[in-house]
């Protein structure tokens, strides 16, 4: 299983790379391909990029800037994302995202 996370990891890396800097070579599709496959392999993951953040969220550790302030912080900036397995038809958390969390700018 730690060879699964490691690539969802790096499929999470890739993917925030191209958001940011662009698709300059047609990656995207490649991306999603490899999604779909872990998908049949019962493996999903989610990226909380810019959902709210508050202390009794239990699918983040959370690395806060700045003086935190309940109810206006958010998600801005994904290290690792949620990853799932089903097991007996309910999700099944594996690994928790590591996240930057700030105050929401007013």
């Not at 872990?38 to 806060?64: M, Q, S, V, W």
């Not at 958010?74 to 690994?95: C, D, G, M, R, W």
């Amino acid at each position: 299983m730690e060879a699964i996370i490691g690539i969802i990891n790096q499929v999470h890396e890739v993917n925030q790379k191209l958001e940011t800097k662009g698709d300059l070579i047609n990656v995207s599709r490649n991306i999603s391909r490899i999604k779909h496959h872990l998908e049949e392999l019962g493996y999903t993951f989610h990226n909380p990029i810019n959902e709210d953040y508050n202390d009794t969220r239990t699918d983040c550790e959370a690395n806060i800037i700045g003086d935190f302030t309940e109810g206006k912080m958010y998600i801005s900036k994904v290290i690792k994302p949620i990853i799932f397995t089903e097991t007996n038809n309910a999700p099944n958390i594996i690994q928790k995202a590591v996240v930057i969390v700030e105050q929401k700018p007013e």
